[in-house]
């Protein structure tokens, strides 16, 4: 199964305006869960409108991590690859809203990126390799499927104002944790500390679960 149009299909998008939007605001859109269904069964037309919807936000959470125009451009391709060629199929809507899996591969495929090329460069001091090891246990694997909803947003304002304010670096702007210390000017082991506490908090908002 190719993947259609290729490369053809990125486009130019300004990141300044390809950031994260209300999903309330989408509603005369078609049914993102039902396009993901129709990808999966090899539906090219559907793949397009699909890509079409969701690939500014894509792009904007890539760039946010990378930092570089090519390299996010690089990581869109990625990802639509694997929804086109795998992810679509193995999809459930009973754990995340179509975005946030979306969001949740993005993520994963930028930091994926950032390795790479650190490794290819040597360039330490860019992105530390050990804090790209984040500790990715259920509970930020659980919240971060959900990130964009506006549930989220609002148990966000049930933490306190550092445990928000480390999350918000470092899930929403893409900073490793070594960044986020470096920022606040604390220990990385408190940076640890204050997400790992503002997570399992959210978790319990999300009522995603009990286990910590």
């Known amino acids: 199964m190719s993947t259609p149009s290729g490369s053809d299909r990125l486009r130019q998008i300004d990141p300044v305006l390809a950031q994260p939007c209300d999903d309330s605001r989408m509603e005369g859109e078609p049914d993102r869960v039902a396009l993901l269904t129709a990808i999966a069964d090899g539906d090219s037309a559907a793949f397009t409108e699909f890509y079409d919807l969701t690939s500014p936000r894509v792009f904007g959470l890539a760039y946010r991590v990378v930092r570089d125009r090519t390299l996010a451009e ?82 966000l304002d049930g933490l306190t104002a550092v445990q928000r304010e480390a999350i918000g670096l470092a899930y929403y702007s893409g900073h490793t944790y070594r960044e986020v210390a470096e920022h606040l000017a604390v220990t990385l082991p408190t940076i640890k500390a204050r997400i790992r506490d503002g997570l399992i908090r959210l978790k319990n908002c999300l009522g995603v679960g009990t286990d910590a």
């Open 74 to 155: 690089d990581v869109v391709q990625e990802v639509f690859l694997q929804v086109w060629s795998s992810a679509a199929r193995q999809y459930d809507p009973a754990l995340a809203s179509p975005i946030g899996w979306l969001m949740t591969l993005t993520h994963r495929r930028s930091i994926d990126r950032v390795r790479s090329e650190q490794s290819a460069a040597d360039r330490n001091h860019a992105y530390g390799a050990s804090s790209l090891g984040r500790e990715h246990d259920t509970v930020a694997d659980e919240v971060g499927q959900r990130l964009d909803e506006q549930e989220v947003t609002d148990c």
